[in-house]
Nanobody, 127 residues
Framework: QVQLVESGGGLVQAGGSLRLSCAAS????????VGWFRRVPGKEREFVAVITWRGGVTYHADPVKGRFTISRENAKNTVVLQMNSLKPEDTAVYSC????????????????????WGQGTQVTVSS
């Protein structure tokens, strides 16, 4: 079983940057994807980005494309979400998730496809 722990959240002014990390522990596998999602109270969880662990192929959601970048550090079992040019509407709890990879990467934008989840880290962007 895989345990995921997010870190790096905090309070930042609009236009600033944050670097979120998702560290995996326990039993890990190479043939899976790791995604980032975000959620605010009263709204459904929103897909942010996903990466394949073995090949490093990425897919980003339109609202964050060009501002956020997902990457991996295999030796550290860590996935990073670099967030630049932050906007107040980016305020949310950000969670990472993982699951086995068997299909097209673009289809891994639904929370229901993921088996392992972290507790989340709060990102607050002030105007």
């Amino acid at each position: 079983q895989v345990q995921l722990v997010e870190s790096g959240g905090g309070l930042v002014q609009a236009g600033g940057s944050l670097r979120l990390s998702c560290a995996a522990s326990g039993r890990t596998f190479s043939n899976y994807v790791v995604g980032w999602f975000r959620r605010v109270p009263g709204k459904e969880r929103e897909f942010v980005a996903v990466i394949t662990w073995r090949g490093g192929v990425t897919y980003h959601a339109d609202p964050v494309k060009g501002r956020f970048t997902i990457s991996r550090e295999n030796a550290k079992n860590t996935v990073v979400l670099q967030m630049n040019s932050l906007k107040p509407e980016d305020t949310a709890v950000y969670s990472c998730a993982a699951t086995y990879y068997r299909g097209a990467l673009s289809t891994y934008n639904e929370p229901m496809k993921y088996d392992y989840w972290g507790q989340g880290t709060q990102v607050t962007v002030s105007s």
